[in-house]
C-alpha cells in the first residue's frame, strides 16, 4: 500500500508559476511509476505526466509539454510537478497516483493508487 498526499495547489495568474509536491508513505516509493493526473468538473480524468522509478524517463501530455516538469527524490518519498506559464485551461483538481512497474505509463486504469487532489486554479 502507499498513501498519497498532493500540496501546492492555489490560485495564481495566467503566466505565473506553480509547484506541486506529492508526498508518498508506504511501501518503497522508489518501486513505483507516479504520475501527474488532472480532472475538472464534468470532464474525465486527464493524463499530464509521468515519470519512471529512477527518473530517467519522462512522458508528459501535449498540452503542457515545454511548459511543466515532473520529477522525484525517492530519498524524500516525494514527486514534484513544476508548472509554469500557466493558462486559464491548466485550471483543474491535479492529482498525483503511483503504478506497480518499471516503464512510464499514462493512462488512469494504469495506475494502483492515487491522492485526494489539489486544486489550481488560474486566473485571467
Known amino acids: 500500500q502507499v498513501q498519497l498526499v498532493e500540496s501546492g495547489g492555489g490560485l495564481v495568474q495566467a503566466g505565473g508559476s506553480l509547484k506541486l509536491s506529492c508526498a508518498a508513505s508506504?511501501?518503497?516509493?522508489?518501486?513505483?511509476?507516479v504520475g501527474w493526473f488532472r480532472q475538472g468538473p464534468g470532464k474525465e480524468r486527464a493524463f499530464v505526466a509521468t515519470?519512471?522509478?529512477?527518473?530517467?524517463?519522462?512522458a508528459y501530455a501535449d498540452s503542457v509539454k515545454g511548459r511543466f516538469t515532473i520529477s522525484r527524490d525517492n530519498a524524500k518519498n516525494t514527486i514534484y510537478l513544476e508548472m509554469n506559464s500557466l493558462k486559464l485551461e491548466d485550471t483543474d483538481v491535479y492529482y498525483c497516483?503511483?503504478?506497480?512497474?518499471?516503464?512510464?505509463?499514462?493512462?488512469?486504469?494504469?495506475?494502483?493508487?492515487w491522492g485526494q487532489g489539489t486544486q489550481v486554479t488560474v486566473s485571467s
Open positions: 497516483a503511483a503504478a506497480r512497474g518499471v516503464f512510464v505509463r499514462t493512462r488512469t486504469d494504469e495506475y494502483d493508487y
Open positions: 508506504g511501501r518503497p516509493f522508489s518501486s513505483y511509476v
Open positions: 515519470i519512471s522509478r529512477t527518473g530517467d524517463s519522462t
